[in-house]
């Protein structure tokens, strides 16, 4: 049986759902899409002879909404969709070349982005920090295994209907079924642990 990929402009949209006074009226709906100036990326350091160096995979493919629901921000939550044929390398300390051939290696090796064309996010609770900011627990899906992680989120302040949203979240790749990449006999090696950067802007919807 032939079986045709997902087309990659469809992926399942977001919902990013968190609890502010400066976002809006209750009930409004957002959504999240790329653009010029949104970034979500993956952080891994290297280990060995480039133990000094990190590489920054970015996505430029994902899609996403938000709900705010500031009666119950318990049960608010998060979804998010990205494409991981969308990652490239942004490395400075590599020429294109190089850069090209990380991000190749990551998306066949690391994700397996044939076999499995989309990385999720779902939620499961959303609780206020004691300052500002929230933090947001949930199950990455990753090459078809899911995790519990936990997300810092930052939400801005509402302008022209639209704020942005700044946030980390620390993984840990062996819990995915992937090992740290090596090379040069293990010479030069990538640390379990990884950190996924995300700096989007949630608009509100018509």
Known sequence: LLHRRPNRSNIVASRFVLRSEAMAEPGTLYKIEPSYDSTIAIEVTKTGLLRRQRHVLVFDKFAGSLHYAPEDPGSSRVELTIDPHSLSCRDKWLNPRKARKVAEFT??????????????????????????????????????VECVVRANVMPGPLSNGRFQIDADAPVRLSLFGI??????????????DAMVHLLVWASATV
């Open 179 to 192: 090992e740290p990449p090596k090379s040069l006999l293990g010479l030069i090696g990538t640390k379990d």
């Open 107 to 144: 998306r066949v090796n690391v994700l397996a982005a044939e076999r499995y064309p989309e990385i999720r996010f779902l939620s499961q609770a959303v609780t206020a920090k004691p300052l500002r900011g929230f933090v947001v627990e949930g199950r990455l899906s990753l090459r078809n």
